[in-house]
C-alpha cells in the first residue's frame, strides 16, 4: 500500500489553477481508475502512462490504483496531467522519491515510448502556478522557452519519463535546452506602399493612435487591404503585460511560433469570410477555445468582405468589443477570453464590385448588401469612410508616400499624450469611459460640440456615436500636438463616422 501526491495545473480560458494528482496503491485487482471529473483524453490516459512507465524501464505496480484530482468539482481536460499522473503512481507503488518535485508543478503529455511532448498552454499553467506560491515547474523541453518566461519561478525541463525518474532517485541530470536561437520576424509591410490614398492613410493613422474601430467601404484596388495589414505596423510594441497575455491567448490555441515564444508585436488575425461564429468568438463543442477576436487582443481583427461574413457572426461581435472580453457559458461553467482588440472591416460598395461607372446593381441590392452591416455593429464602429479609386497620377508621381516609421513615431507621441491624460482611468481615447468624456474638466465648449448636436438632432447620431466622435476628435487633437479638440477636429471626426470626409 502506498499513497503520494504530486501538483500539476487545470485552465479554464487563460486562468490556471494548481491541482492536486493524488494517487493511492492498494491490494486488488490490477487495474487505474482516474477521478476528479475527467475529460476523454484524461480518461484515455490510464493505458497511455502503464505504456510509457514499461517502455522508460520502470516497474507499473501490479494493484489496485486509484489516481485522483482534487479539488474534484472541477472538471480537467487534456493530456497535460500524463506525466504528473505516471509520477504519483511511481511514488505510491514503487517507491520513487519525489522530493525534487514536492514544491513544483508537473506539466506534460507522454508518448507510448515514454516521451514528453509539448502542450498547449503552459505559459498561463507557469502564470498560475507562481501566483499560488509554487516555487518550481517540471516542463517538456519543447515548452522550457515559453514557461521561462515567467519570472520567479525555476524551470526544469525533461525530453523522457525515463529521464525524469533518473533525476528523481539522483542518477541523471536533467538537459538544458538552453536558450533557442531567436528567429528573426518577418519585416512589417511599409506604408510607404500605399500611393494615393491620404484619406485612407489617415484614418488609419487615427485608428492605430486611438484604438479606434474602422470600416472602409471602396471598390477593388483601392488600397483598403494594404492599409488594414499596414495598421500592426505603425502600432506600438506590446508591454510586458500585454505581451504576457496575448502570448498566453496563443499558447492555449497553440499557435505560438517557434523560436520566438514571446508575442511582442500586436498580432494580426484575419479570418476568411466563411468563419463560424466559434471561430471569431472563440468555443467549440465541449472545451471553448479562443477564437480570432482573442488571438487579436492587443492587436488587429481584420475582416476583409465583411459584407460577405454571415450577419449572425458579426452580430456576435458586438459584446466583446464593447465590453473587451468573450463570455462563453456552457453546462459546466462560464469561460472568459480577453479580447481587446481594434476591428478593421473592409466591403466593397456593392456585390458585382465594379468601378461606380460600370456597375449594374438595382439600388435595392447595393442597400441590401450593406445591410448585412447590422446598425447596431456600426455604432461601434469610430471611423466610417469611403475610399476612392486610386489615379494614375498617384502611381507615376515621383514623391515618395510617407513611411510607416514616420507614421509610427507621431502615433507614440499620441498615445503617450493620452497615456498622461486619461491615467488611470484609460490608456488611449478609444477607451475613456463616457462619464470622463463629459466631466467638467474635459468638457468641451458648446461652440465646439454644435455639429454634433445638430446630427444628434436629426437623428443621424447615437448616443455612443456622439461619445465616439468626441474620442476621435481627440486622438486628432493628439496627433497634431494640440492639448484640446478645436472645431476642426470635431468635424473631421464627425465626418469620418459619417462615410466621408467632405
Known sequence: MGYAKVRSVALHGVVGEV??????????????????????????????IRAAVHNSGASWPQQRITVNLLPA????????????MAVAVLAAGAGLPIGRVVDA????????????????????????????????????????????????????????????????????????????????EP???????????ERGRRVIELAAAGRHHIAMFGPPGAGKTMLAQRLPGILPQLGDQEAIEATALHSVAGTLPQGNPFVRRPPLQAPHHTASVAALVGGGSGLAKPGAISLAHHGVLFL?????????????????????????????????????????MAANPCPCAREQQSCQCPSLVRRRYLARLSGPLMDRV????????????????????????????????????????????????????????????????????????????????????????????????????????????????LQMRSRRMR
Not at 499553467?125 to 501566483?131: C, D, F, I, K
Not at 525524469?164 to 539522483?170: E, R
Not at 507615376?396 to 486619461?422: C, H, I, M, N, Q
Open 105 to 184: 508543478v508537473v506539466l506534460g503529455e507522454l508518448g507510448l515510448d515514454g516521451t514528453l511532448r509539448p502542450v498547449r498552454g503552459v505559459l498561463p499553467a507557469v502564470l498560475a502556478a507562481s501566483r499560488a506560491g509554487v516555487g518550481s515547474a517540471v516542463v517538456p523541453v519543447g515548452n522550457a522557452a515559453e514557461a521561462r518566461l515567467v519570472p520567479d519561478i525555476e524551470v526544469r525541463a525533461s525530453d523522457s519519463l525515463g529521464r525524469l525518474i533518473g533525476y528523481l532517485h539522483g542518477s541523471e541530470r536533467l538537459p538544458d535546452p538552453g536558450t533557442p536561437p531567436a528567429l528573426p
Open 19 to 48: 491541482i492536486v494528482v493524488e494517487a493511492d496503491v492498494a491490494p486488488g485487482l490490477p487495474s487505474l481508475i482516474v477521478s476528479g471529473l475527467p475529460d476523454a483524453a484524461l480518461s484515455e490516459a490510464r493505458d497511455r
Open 304 to 344: 476583409d468582405e465583411c459584407a460577405e461574413f454571415a450577419p449572425g457572426a458579426l452580430d456576435a461581435l458586438r459584446q466583446p468589443l464593447e465590453e473587451g472580453v468573450v463570455r462563453l457559458r456552457r453546462a459546466y461553467g462560464e469561460t472568459v477570453f480577453p479580447a481587446r482588440t481594434q476591428l478593421v
Open 73 to 84: 468539482h472541477i472538471r480537467k481536460h487534456g493530456s497535460g496531467f500524463d506525466l504528473a
Open 187 to 197: 519585416a512589417s509591410l511599409d506604408l510607404a506602399d500605399v500611393l494615393g490614398q
Open 382 to 493: 469610430d471611423l466610417q469612410v469611403d475610399l476612392d479609386p486610386v489615379r494614375s497620377a498617384a502611381l507615376f508621381g515621383t514623391e515618395d508616400a510617407e513611411p510607416s516609421k514616420a507614421v509610427a513615431a507621431r502615433v507614440l507621441r499620441a498615445r503617450a499624450a493620452a497615456v498622461e491624460r486619461w491615467t488611470p482611468h484609460a490608456r488611449s481615447n478609444g477607451e475613456v469611459p463616457s462619464a470622463l468624456l463629459r466631466h467638467r474638466r474635459f468638457r468641451l465648449p458648446a461652440p465646439i460640440l454644435q455639429p454634433l448636436r445638430q446630427a444628434m438632432d436629426q437623428g443621424r447620431l447615437s448616443a455612443r456615436g456622439f461619445d465616439r466622435v468626441l474620442r476621435v476628435a481627440w486622438t486628432a487633437a493628439d496627433i497634431d500636438g494640440r492639448s484640446t479638440p478645436d472645431a476642426g477636429d470635431v468635424r473631421e471626426a
